[in-house]
């Protein structure tokens, strides 16, 4: 992508380690592999849970932003992991975790609640990432305040809709017949 197009680019490398629950840009490794391929930011789960090596959103937050001369934004899931973030020195924070760990299982994204809390809480741009499914969604995270919207599986998870399609009609052909 990078060869191609001028506008900043926000990477990530999502990585399962075992005995680990942190997955989006888990090590410090990972985000030196995501620099080298041409992101400008790079997203790291910001979340207070283990990672490897003993890293610590303290620790690899300024390592980027210092090492690799990158901004990172921190994909949080609460707003205490949002605040954590920010005085670590995260540049951007972004909703991407809500309702995918176990603090905010009960909650199903796009975190508008939470965008809202931080938009007013925190100094640093705030982007709504996850769950966002149609372009009303879109316009109501603005709105919100976000900086930026992050669209994903509505766009690129061709898979998933058609399967939610079929998975639908069966379900017509089943009771209909
Ligand atoms: C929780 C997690 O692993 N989120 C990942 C973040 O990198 C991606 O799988 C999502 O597609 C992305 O956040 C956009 O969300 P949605 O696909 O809902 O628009």
Same mark, same amino acid.
């Given at each position: 992508?990078?060869?191609?197009?001028?506008?900043?680019?926000?990477?990530?490398?999502?990585?399962?380690?075992?005995?680990?629950?942190?997955?989006?840009?888990?090590?410090?490794?990972?985000?030196?592999?995501?620099?080298?391929?041409?992101?400008?930011?790079?997203?790291?789960?910001?979340?207070?849970?283990?990672?490897?090596?003993?890293?610590?959103?303290?620790?690899?937050?300024?390592?980027?932003?210092?090492?690799?001369?990158?901004?990172?934004?921190?994909?949080?899931?609460?707003?205490?992991? #949002?605040?954590? !973030?920010?005085?670590? *020195? $995260?540049?951007? =924070?972004?909703?991407?975790?809500?309702?995918?760990?176990? &603090?905010?299982?009960?909650?199903?994204?796009?975190?508008?609640?939470?965008?809202?809390?931080?938009?007013?809480?925190?100094?640093?741009?705030?982007?709504?990432?996850?769950?966002?499914?149609?372009?009303?969604? #879109?316009?109501? !995270?603005?709105?919100? *305040? $976000?900086?930026? =919207?992050?669209?994903?599986?509505?766009?690129?998870?061709? &898979?998933?809709?058609?399967?939610?399609?079929?998975?639908?009609?069966?379900?017509?052909?089943?009771?209909?017949?």
């Amino acid at each position: 992508m990078r060869k191609w197009i001028t506008q900043p680019i926000i990477g990530l490398w999502k990585q399962q380690i075992p005995g680990f629950e942190v997955y989006i840009t888990p090590r410090f490794a990972d985000a030196m592999a995501i620099a080298e391929a041409g992101a400008d930011i790079i997203a790291i789960d910001a979340t207070l849970r283990n990672r490897p090596n003993g890293e610590t959103i303290n620790t690899l937050i300024p390592q980027i932003q210092q090492e690799l001369g990158k901004q990172v934004m921190a994909d949080v899931d609460t707003l205490e992991v #949002a605040i954590a !973030a920010v005085k670590a *020195g $995260a540049d951007f =924070v972004g909703t991407t975790l809500y309702g995918y760990t176990k &603090d905010t299982e009960n909650y199903t994204p796009p975190g508008f609640e939470l965008l809202e809390k931080m938009v007013k809480k925190l100094e640093v741009p705030v982007i709504c990432e996850g769950g966002i499914s149609s372009p009303q969604h #879109a316009q109501k !995270a603005i709105e919100l *305040g $976000a900086y930026a =919207v992050v669209v994903g599986t509505a766009i690129t998870g061709i &898979d998933i809709q058609v399967k939610n399609y079929q998975t639908a009609l069966m379900e017509v052909k089943t009771f209909g017949s």
